[in-house]
Each structure stands twice: as C-alpha cells, then as structure tokens.
C-alpha cells in the first residue's frame, strides 16, 4: 500500500517556531507601531500645512511688495510728469527722472512716457549695470520713426553718448495695449505684452495718463520682464524642489520659478509632461474651482504634492505654488521608517535567540527521533541508538524507539530484509499482474547502425546516446514512457499508466519529431544520408503491467500490438521509409494525419495482410489536438 508522505509541506520544528516567534513580536510591534504612526501623521498633517501656509504667506507678501514698488515707481512717475513745471521734452530733467527711478529698481526692466504724438521716452536696463536711454520721434512723413539712444553708466554717473547712427523704429507706442488702457482708465492699469521698443522681451507692464490742466499729455508706463520676474521667484526664500507659478485667469504663465533654460512658457498646458509640479498645479487648477485654494495632490514620481492659490491684488492674477509633502515632512517619515527598522531589528534579534534555545532544546533531539524512525522504517535496525535528552517526554521517547527497534529486530530474523525493504520503500504492490487497456507502441532505431558499429567500434557511441537522447526528449514531450532501449532501438507506450484520449496521434507527433531532429544533424554515413531513422507505430489492445517473475518485476507492455510495431521497423527498412503506421493508429488520429497508403503488406506472423501508410511531409508540424 502505498503512502503518500508530500501530501502537506514538511518544516522543520525550528523553522516553524523562529517563524511563530517572528510573527508574534513583529505583529505586536506592527500595532504599536502603526498606533503611534497614525498619530504622528496626523500631527505632521497638520504641521505640514502650517509650514505650507507660511512659506505661501511669504512668497506671496515679497512678490506683492514687489509688485506694489513698481506701481508706486509708475505713480511717483505719472505725479511728477503731471507738473506744469516739468516738461517731458526737456532731455536733461526727463533723463534725470528716468535715471532716479531706475535706480536701485532691480525688477524694472523699462520705464517711459509715451506722447499723443507718437513720441516715446524711456529707460531700461542694460547688462553690466548700466541704463540705456532710449527716444523714439513722432509720427514722420513714412512708416518707421527715428530711434536714438544713449548709455549711462551707473558706476560712474557719467551720461555716456555712444557714436551711433540713428536708426529706424517700427515701434509705436500709442497703438500698444499698455498705452490704450493706460490712456482709458483714470486709475493705474496692468497689462501682459509682448512687445517693448527694442523689439520682443514678454513683460507685464503699469501704465497710467499723466493729466495737465485736464489734458492728456501723455502714458506713463513702467514694465517689468517676465523673464526677470521668473529670475525674482528662483531668488525668494521658497522650499527645496518647489515652484512658485504666477498665472492669470486663463493660467498664462507669467513666471515661473523654474529653471526654463531661457525658454519662456506660455501657458500651463505648455509644460513637459516630466515637469511633476506643473502637472499637478494643472490637476489642481481642474478640480478646483474657485482662485484661492490649498490641496493635496498625488504625484507618480512625487508622491503628494500641496498646491497653493491666492489671488493678487494685480487684475486676475493669481500666485500658485507647487510643494512636494516629502520637502517639508521628509525627515518625519524617515523617522519613522528607521523606526521601523529599528523594530524589525529588534524582533529579529528576539527570534533568533529564541531560535538559539529552540534548537538546543527542541529541534535536535527532535530530528535525532526522526532519524530513529527513519532507520526503523529501512529497517536498518542495527544502527537504532539510545539519545537522551533534558526533556523528560523526548528523552522517554527515545528510550521507546529503542526497545522497538530491539522487538523488531528479533522479528526480522524469520524475513529476509532484503524483501521487506521494498515493500515498505515500494510506491506499488510488489507483485505481478496487469491490466489490458488500448496503448499506441512506437519502435524507433537507426538504419545501418551494425555497419556503423563494425566501421567505428567503440566510436559509435556518441552517435547513439546522441540518438536515444532526442527520441527520448521527442517522447517525452508528447507524454510517452519510454519502455525500455534495445541496442540502438528504443521502444515507448502512449496510454499507459495514464489516459491520454489521443495516443494515437500524440505518438505519430514524437515520431515526426525525432525523424526532424535527426535531419537537423549530420548524417552518421554517406550511405544513410536520405533516412536517418526507421520507425514503426501500431496501436491495439496490450497487457499492461507489472510482468516477471515473483523475483523480478518489469513495468511493460505485451500482446500482439506490441509484435507488429516492431516488425513496422523492417517494413519502413524494406520500403525505404522513415515512418510506417498501421491503419488501426490512423483511425485513431481522427483525420488529423495527411498520410499515403502502401497497401496491405504481408508480415511475418500476421495471417492477413495489414494496411499500412506513411506520414507525408511528417518534417512539418502535425496540429496539435485538445480533447474536449
């Protein structure tokens, strides 16, 4: 009788209490652990979001003090312009003013006054510290207007006028945006161009009319470069790997405090989908409705990320920063991760001393027991010891292992071991017998092979292992048991011990199989060059089992089918053919098999002539069937 000793997975006594031990301490620890985490989360919510708050209050409170400077510049401008005593056409005093205002004015990248009649004045900021004076005339006879220019070095306060020709400008401030509100609105107006005198520079620029005994004398505009205003935001105190965005309604970028690489983006949607922040200010901007907000938004590449909007005291602007939960609550959660380690560290310690003791006082004298079964089961009785042990129950239970062993052995003595060995180690009943069952029997050898073994001797060898390897692994693979190896031929049974619906066919498959594998390869000799293998396939009703004498036994096949699919290999070697099968396999493959007839042969042992056929084109692949 056979027992199946896999039927639950073994583990070792040791491994199974360290095991026990671990989860015991790692699941208290777990509990504790998240208990104080959930806590501790909570209150770096909240701390999160106060520095959050502040960093945001900051920002906003520096670009809005900013901001409000260069209104003020454009006030002071406009009030000054405004007196009767002040004329704009008077170079000197205007290019003091200018100058004045200029100074100490970073974030200004223009300042001017444009006249009704087209004329223009301004100042703006030139590399190495300097300001460069620019007029621009009115309105002459053509298109374009004169453009003069002039350079004054701060460093030295000297108006320094440059040898350069005068030029042509098609600038015309009074048909600019800045101009038109400035020149429609009493109270000071922003506005987003794109164009300023010297040619493109995107800047956002202040502008209001400058009144002189109730007339219009001209547009005071002071402009700040959008490129300088993104320089400004990367100066601010803001946290490590944020970004400060300053939007309008329709989320035009006006600056960024991103490095852009002198590129200038001109709406959100704009950004590279690698740009992480961008992309969850964007998220944020279509969840939320309303200007001024504070969210969590989840990042890929992030992890969250806290998105910021407060509206500007400037049109519809509004100020919106991107700040990534791990900037300002990374050193918490890597606490609380070395915490965790640090937890883990300490189970692990516990288990393996635990594991220590556990070995020395369970799981060695436990597997010396084993061991004492073990060579009870073999009876190999003689080598049965006596392990005592600290434990009262184990080291009892040697003792008893012992004495059986004792009483067992005087019992062998009328068996030989030799016979009882077997039937305990045997996975069958030890004796003869079968049963008859439909199998599909294939015999496979070499053409040639006593010429072969007479011409190499020794040498045939590598050619035969090589041989019987791959009919073995073709067999195999189509679940054949392979019977047993006959000098160079090789004998295998479909059906048998198992079920298998379609033997038939699966068998005329592997021999397909081992006839390409052998093309594949270098023919052994010249002479058997176009058939490297003759093989024979019948199928039939065959006893099948275990066949021998009450000494010895063979798993095997017998019966007439078996007899046939031998004597196909000569019929395949007299018709010089690799693959000969019998009609009662080809009935089985259910039409599957594109075959050719050879007629009813007469073979020896048989009294009626059998219908045979060979397998035409058997190097292509024979479909595969699936039993339903």
Known sequence: MHINANVFPRV???????????????????????????????????????????SNATVRNELVSSLTAVSSTAGIARSVFALSTFRPGDATNRDSLLLSLMKGQPAIAWMGIASPDGRFYGAHLIPEGKIEIVEIGGVPSGNTRPLRRKIYNSMSDKLIVENRPEI???YIAER??????????????????????????????????????????GVVMVAVSLQRLSTTLRALMIP????????????????????????????LNDFPTSDSLAASVLSAQTQEKNDSFRTLIGSKDLGPVFVSSSKLPFEDWRLVAAIPRATLAGDNDANSQRV?????GVAIFAAVLALGFAKILFARPLSRLAEQLYLIGRFELEAVRYRPTILAELDDFSLVLKRMSNGLSAFARYLPLD???????????????????????????????????EELGAGVEPSLTGFLTLSTAAIHAEGGTVDKFIGDAVMAIWNAPGDEPDHALRACRAAAAISASMHALPPMSPKHDAVRVRIGINTGMALVGNIGSAERLSYTAIGDVVNLASRLVGVAKSSGLEIVLTDATLVKTRGLLTVKALGPIIIRGKLEPVSVYTIESHLKAIPISHPQ
């Open 168 to 170: 042509a400008s098609n």
């Open 240 to 267: 490590k790997d944020s970004k400060i965005f300053l939007l309008t309604r329709s989320s035009m970028v006006l600056a960024t405090s991103g490095a852009l690489d002198g590129v200038m983006i001109g709406h």
């Open 340 to 344: 965790i380690f640090v937890v883990l």
């Open 12 to 54: 070792k006594i040791q491994h199974a209490f360290f095991t026990l031990l671990l989860l015991t301490i790692l699941s208290t620890a777990g509990l504790v652990h998240l208990i104080w985490y959930r806590t501790a989360s909570q209150n770096v919510e909240k701390v999160v979001a106060m520095l959050d708050a502040q």
């Open 419 to 453: 016979v009882v060995r077997p039937l305990v180690d045997g996975n069958i009943e030890p004796k003869p017998g079968g049963e008859l069952r439909e199998i599909t029997v294939l015999f496979a050898d070499l053409p040639g092979f006593t010429e072969l073994t």
């Open 176 to 217: 600019s945006q800045w101009y038109r509100l400035g020149e429609s609105n009493e109270q000071l107006s922003w506005s987003v161009v794109n164009t300023l005198p010297l040619g493109f520079e995107p800047a956002i620029v202040v502008s209001g009319k400058v009144r002189l005994e109730e007339h219009v004398t």
